[in-house]
């Protein structure tokens, strides 16, 4: 997900999807650990997705 991405989406719709991508990043971890992934890079990505809009989470409350 591109930051452009990001801040098209309103607080409420970011909020759920940092919980929801969270809750896929424990799966996916968790996955992993016990048969390896196809693509293991897709756990990195995700990690970082979930840091780009958490980055833009605390932007809005600072702005506010």
């Known amino acids: 997900m591109k930051n452009a ?3 098209e989406l309103s607080t409420q ?3 759920e999807r940092i919980d929801a991508e ?10 992993h650990a016990i048969s390896p ?4 890079m897709q756990i990195t990505k995700l990690r970082r997705d979930i840091a780009r809009m958490k980055t833009e ?3 809005r409350e ?3």
């Open 5 to 7: 991405e990001i801040r």
């Open 13 to 15: 719709e970011l909020a």
């Open 37 to 40: 992934l196809e693509n293991p």
């Open 62 to 64: 600072l702005n506010k």
């Open 22 to 31: 969270s809750v896929n990043y424990r799966s996916m971890v968790l996955n």
């Open 57 to 59: 989470m605390r932007r």
